[in-house]
């Protein structure tokens, strides 16, 4: 992605000063757009869910586009954080009555999805801060352990989101939470596990 087409996004999210979470998270791997992206997401849901009127909502529906077009630039095909962008804009446009389109970003989410098993296999697990010693300790010596009880979790999780893509456009209400939980569930390490959470986790609450 170019310098100018980055700046696009920039001044909404962090103008144009890096800051201390920028800078660990590209010391640990990530690029900027892992971190703009995240934070458009974050700013998108935030906009929605503050207020059900006009402004907010063409606010929200921006900024998805902008993570859209951000997803589509910088982020291989197959990356699952392209369906949720998909994902978001297809509950925009069903509530904004435009169903055709919103069930070809809905076909479009869950085509992407097929492949977050391959993600989740493949995505970046770095230590966490422990409370103590001792739990370093356990995590470095039962590695391969900890990792795969990890995938197992972000596994049920991705499995969660993937019925939720299943109903973005019947009008009912979605079978689990999502944005309200990313909270909780985000890591503080910039690894796989935090991109791959994000798919699943940043998604309306509708």
């Known amino acids: 992605m170019s310098f100018t087409t980055m700046n696009t996004f920039e001044p909404l999210i962090w103008g144009f000063k890096p800051d201390t979470e920028m800078r660990v998270a590209l010391e640990a791997g990530w690029r900027r757009s892992d971190v703009i992206w995240e934070r458009v997401m974050e700013r998108a849901l935030e906009a929605w869910s503050d207020s059900p009127r006009k402004p907010a909502r063409a606010r929200a529906r921006r900024l998805f586009r902008q993570a859209d077009i951000l997803a589509r630039i910088c982020f291989d095909a197959k990356d699952p954080r392209r369906a949720t962008v998909a994902a978001n804009l297809a509950v925009v446009h ?113």
């Open 94 to 206: 069903r509530a904004s009555g435009e169903q055709e389109r919103a069930v070809r970003q809905q076909c479009r989410a869950l085509q992407i999805w097929k492949d977050v098993p391959r993600a989740i296999d493949d995505m970046q697990v770095l230590p966490r801060s422990r409370s103590s010693l001792f739990h370093l300790r356990m995590e470095a010596l039962h590695r391969d352990t900890y990792h795969s009880n990890l995938r197992t979790r972000i596994s049920r999780i991705a499995a969660e989101t993937e019925e939720t893509l299943r109903t973005l456009t019947n009008g009912q209400p979605t079978p689990h939470r999502h944005a309200s939980r990313w909270r909780g569930e985000r890591p503080t390490v910039y690894d796989g596990t935090r991109k791959v959470l994000g798919a699943c986790l940043l998604i309306l609450d509708e």
